[in-house]
């Protein structure tokens, strides 16, 4: 318990009696450097720095751009900016884009279909080919279900 008392006390007649930290004032360490907050033009800066670096060029006149995901899934681009460099083997898309189902961009991309995406697309083609036999099926049921046939005369009932 002497270590303890002894100690405030030494605290107290050193530093005016409160154990607190300051901040700033006569006697405090000076700061090693300023601080850099970073920011989001910074991160475009450097981007653009790299890539001049690799030596892009820009790809003028491309309307639009897909990029065909694994899961049957498309980035489509529209009127994007991109830039190349064949040496690097580099090639940056960069502009408004848009994660649609491939089967929502079907008629227009057939061109742009290569062979492992024709494979989802005959499985597309199967479900949607399973779904109507199912939904004419349904119909067909509907159909039968709409006017019950007459099993005994109406008219008598509503004569009593």
Known sequence: MDVVEAREK???RRFGGVQQSRTGG????????KTMHKTATSDDKKLGSTLKKLGVTNIPAIEEVNLFAVDGKVIHFSNPKVQASIAANTYVISGPNDVKQLTELLPGIMNQLGPDNMDHLKQIADNMTTTKMVSSSEIEAEEDDDVPDLIENFEDVSKL
């Open 10 to 12: 030494m605290i107290a």
């Open 26 to 33: 006569k006697g405090t360490v000076r700061r090693k450097k």
